[in-house]
């Protein structure tokens, strides 16, 4: 959906001084006592997929709303590319002409800005319809998008307010109505959320996992808050003096920072909110086969049944229940459970308290890894495992 090139965003009157500079590895600092000219991004290459959150996050000033900001083209690019999917093709937005790039801001692209930016003197209803009545749509089309998000904001009765008699909480409620009500494939959101109380902020951020569930936006979403790009991403971009530093799944930024900036972010960060199943289970591959299964603790003489369907503890047989949807902890009793690779991890802690068994992960085809203590423990102390361990 979105495919973003080699991407250089310079700030000054004569950005194009700055580009050899660049080439030549210098950096924002040496390239503004050179030419007078401010880098906002340097050289950064990402692609976001139908359907998915990714989240770009940094310090403040390492790029991210520069980058952001540059889709809908409210900041130039110097060089590079960006292409967005318009009508099944794949479409350079920089060097598109005029139309093309009205079509796609009107059409293909929304925003929630950090700070509302609500009309203070229309009605929430009037705000939302607001890009609507711009767009030319008729007044039927424009009272039905309204309506509909505004329903599905949870704004319905308050439709006839201005934004002023609402809470903070309510008016980013309205800003992403507004957004939703173009029905754009794309929604950028510029740290929407930042400027709330954290129980505000908390509650949205879920109300927007939950609306994701059923819309299916590509989103890219600025964030300066680890937990919340953690909570939200399907992917992550973190950024440091303009530059794409790490791209990947919340828990390989987690388990396999690519630096020490990297590290220092996810330093304090709770693995139980982020890790699954798969990123912390023990590959059954790297088990040897023996007559009697795989043995997981031979200390207590604990195995995997050779058809990978039972444990068997001291000799003593138990079939292994597999994870469903809708199941509780509680309802299991004492049987060991196998769970799908996308697992929280500290469901997946509490299943193995709870159960007293080992937690077993399937991938779709059997049975591929098992979670024992030695698992979780290493996982909690951010180490490597091995299997001497």
């Not at 929630?112 to 607001?130: D, G, I, R, S």
């Not at 929604?187 to 954290?198: H, I, K, V, Y």
Request: proline share 4%.
């Amino acid at each position: 959906m979105i495919e973003i090139e080699n991407l250089d965003v310079v700030f000054g009157r004569h950005p194009q001084s700055a580009l050899p500079l660049l080439d030549q590895g210098e950096d924002r600092e040496q390239i503004r006592e050179k030419t007078g000219q401010v880098v906002g991004v340097k050289n950064a290459s990402l692609t976001v997929g139908h359907g998915e959150i990714c989240v770009l996050m940094g310090l403040s000033g390492s790029g991210k709303s520069s980058l952001l900001r540059c889709i809908n083209g409210l900041n130039p690019v110097a060089r590079g590319a960006i292409r967005i999917e318009r009508d099944g093709t794949m479409v350079d937005f920089v060097s598109a002409d005029a139309s093309v790039q009205r079509d796609i801001r009107q059409r293909l692209v929304s925003m929630v800005f950090q700070k509302f930016a609500l009309m203070p003197w229309l009605t929430v209803e009037e705000n939302v319809a607001m890009p609507l009545e711009v767009q030319g749509l008729d007044r039927a089309e424009i009272q039905r998008r309204v309506n509909e998000q505004l329903e599905l904001v949870g704004l319905s009765e308050w439709r006839h307010l201005k934004p002023g008699k609402l809470s903070g909480g309510m008016q980013q409620r309205v800003g992403l109505a507004r957004a939703l009500a173009i029905e754009t494939d794309i929604l950028l959101m510029d740290e929407p959320f930042s400027a709330l109380d954290p129980l505000i902020r908390t509650q949205l951020q879920d109300e927007l996992l939950m609306l994701q569930k059923k819309l299916k936006k590509t989103i890219l979403f600025v964030s300066h808050d680890l937990d919340e790009a953690l909570k939200l991403g399907n992917h992550i971009a973190i950024m440091k003096d303009g530059e794409i530093v790490q791209h990947g799944k919340p828990e390989d930024i987690v388990l396999n920072p690519a630096n020490d900036y990297v590290r220092d972010f996810v330093a304090h960060t709770n693995p139980l909110n982020v890790l699954r199943a798969s990123s912390i289970m023990w590959p059954l591959k790297d088990f040897s086969a023996e007559k009697e299964g795989f043995c997981l603790n031979r200390r207590d003489d604990y195995w995997l049944s050779s058809d990978k369907k039972a444990v068997i503890v001291n000799g003593n047989r138990q079939d292994i229940y597999f994870w469903q949807s809708g199941d509780t902890i509680e309802q299991l009793g004492k049987h060991p459970v196998c769970v799908p690779e996308d697992f929280p991890m500290r469901e997946a802690m509490e299943l193995l308290y709870h159960t007293g068994h080992s937690v077993f992960v399937h991938s779709g085809e059997g049975i591929a890894g098992v979670i024992r203590d030695r698992e979780l423990y290493h996982t909690l102390l951010g180490k490597m495992l091995s299997e001497d361990d």
